[in-house]
């Protein structure tokens, strides 16, 4: 399972606005996501989402947060990614501000695809020059270039 296999470059936000709540990232993000996939419920999404949070910060350190939620009418992954070039506090478990938010999108009843995925992205993005790339980044193709190349080179 490749992460690179799920990205498109209709799902990659190279210049997210910051916002003043991690609410209003989701909402920009789940419109992304539902641009990619009419299916995606916007509002059943975001209460998953929150939910998550509610149950403690997405927020994993290192200017990444990986929110995520199973949703029942999901049929495959959806990935979105988002770089906001300037950060914004996200409640990280470190305090440093959000950079990265990759929010993730599962078929609800596939926990084993929801955890293999998610180890996935977070082994790649606990690469420093992984994310140092992403984070300057200046298009959708290249941040999936980066994700493909560094898979490639990790994960064979």
Known sequence: MKISD???RDLVEIDLKSAASKTEIFMQLLKTAHSHNKIIDKKIALEGLL??????STGVGKEIAIPHTGIADCKTIIPVIGIIKNGMAFESIDDIPVKIVFMILFPENDVTLQLRFLARVSRLLRKEELRKELIKSDSPERIIEIFRSYEDKHFG
């Open 6 to 8: 799920y990205l498109t």
């Open 51 to 56: 939910e998550r949070e509610r149950l403690g």
